[in-house]
């Protein structure tokens, strides 16, 4: 197998798991909406009941559960998006960052929130959003940077939903979400992908390297010259001494 086909084939693996996961959550959830409304069995029980025993469960199942179509279709969507993204740049700790936001929101929520079911995946896609903006900010870093830009400008409007605006809407999970999402963020900030290096930044480098060189030359240079100058000084100050050999001189 030639560079070419090794290349290929690793594009090909890195693109199936960039979409595996986020295409079977969201297929998970259908499939539990399909089967509420078919079997005729709300579940709106599996939520987040705040301080509640019986709504501790919904830490781990709220974000399965949707209150009727529209509402999961309009989650859908930015799930594909974001975790596809998460996906993509953080492929080794991507598992590790969906599910801490995940739970760290439905806990969070049944820490805090009102006295009252809250159901959605909209805390965990609130994590995403903010994850992957910030992220775009530490790492600088071209391609997650255009990917931030992205998001803001489809989900910018978002950030008006972890605000008390709408009673019906559970705004805690939105904001609890996005201080998860913030978190990870900087919890992983070495995780993923690198700083954008410039050409001009390796030219600097290079010059830099160049001008320390010639540096320690000079200095080795003005060392050398002060050992001769010093040498030269002390061969000065050394004052001759002459010998002399008498020799008696012999009878004819």
Not at 178 to 200: C, D, R, S
Not at 215 to 224: F, K, L, N
Request: net charge negative.
């Amino acid at each position: 197998m030639n560079e070419y086909q090794e290349a290929s084939k690793a594009e090909k693996s890195r693109i199936f798991h960039t979409f595996f996961f986020p295409v079977v959550f969201i297929f998970i959830l259908w499939l539990i909406k399909c089967c509420e409304v078919v079997f005729e069995y709300p579940l709106y029980n599996l939520g987040v009941y705040p301080r509640h025993v019986k709504g501790i469960v919904g830490v781990f199942t709220a974000p399965l559960i949707h209150s009727n179509f529209s509402h999961l279709f309009s989650n859908s969507i930015p799930l594909f998006v974001l975790g596809s993204g998460l996906f993509y740049y953080y492929r080794t700790v991507a598992y590790k960052i969906f599910f801490m936001i995940l739970f760290a929101t439905g806990f969070w929520v049944w820490v805090s929130a009102r006295p009252s079911y809250h159901i959605g995946a909209s805390g965990v896609v609130y994590g995403l959003a903010s994850f992957m903006f910030l992220s775009g900010v530490i790492k600088n870093n071209m391609s997650l940077s255009a990917f931030a830009l992205v998001v803001v400008f489809l989900y910018g409007n978002m950030i008006w939903g972890v605000l008390p605006v709408l009673p019906h809407i559970s705004w805690e999970s939105h904001l609890m979400g996005a201080i998860a999402g913030v978190l990870m963020a900087l919890y992983y900030k070495h995780e993923g992908p690198l700083k954008t290096t410039y050409a001009w930044e390796n030219e600097v480098d290079e010059d830099n390297a160049v001008v320390e060189q010639s540096i320690e030359i000079a200095e080795i240079t003005e060392q050398e010259e002060s050992f001769k100058n010093e040498a030269s000084e002390d061969n000065s100050n050394i004052t001759p001494v002459y010998k002399y050999t008498f020799k008696a001189k012999q009878e004819e």
